[in-house]
């Protein structure tokens, strides 16, 4: 599938016809050995795309005009599903965005957790270095 946003193409897939799974990365749940790649269920975007699409929503550029003033939510993206997580932050002080891809889940709120203090100290790196 592809979505046209007015500068840039975003490319995800919905279903696993259209993927390589090679190209797929495994995603696990504590304590179960399952490989949970092989469930057709989610969405699958390259982190390089979530960037893109994280970029556009804050600078106005995936909006038709008067949509932005109504759009409600934080321009920022957090994801959890069996095997996989993720989290996208626009940081405007450093004009930067950050895309963390974890392939190891939890529902009991570990692995969210240690993901936010991650991301953190990510943001905290690239902070220092620019």
């Keep these: 599938m592809f979505i046209q946003l007015k500068s840039f193409i975003y490319t995800n897939y919905f279903n ?10 495994s995603g696990y749940y504590v304590g179960i050995e399952k490989d949970f790649k092989f ?6 975007a390259t982190a390089e795309d979530v960037g893109i699409f994280i970029r556009a929503l ?7 005009k ?5 759009y409600v939510y934080k321009f920022e993206h957090g ?3 069996v095997g996989y997580q993720s989290l996208a932050e626009y940081h405007e002080d450093i004009d930067t965005v950050v895309v963390q891809f974890i392939n190891t ?5 570990y692995e969210y957790n240690l993901s936010e203090i991650i991301i953190n100290r990510m943001v905290k790196i690239i902070k220092k270095r620019s």
């Design 39 to 44: 469930r057709d269920n989610g969405m699958i």
């Design 66 to 70: 008067g949509e932005q003033e109504i």
């Design 16 to 25: 696993f016809d259209t993927t390589d799974l090679n190209d797929l990365m």
């Design 79 to 81: 994801g959890l599903t």
């Design 105 to 109: 889940t939890n529902f009991e709120g």
């Design 58 to 64: 804050n600078d106005g550029s995936v909006f038709q």
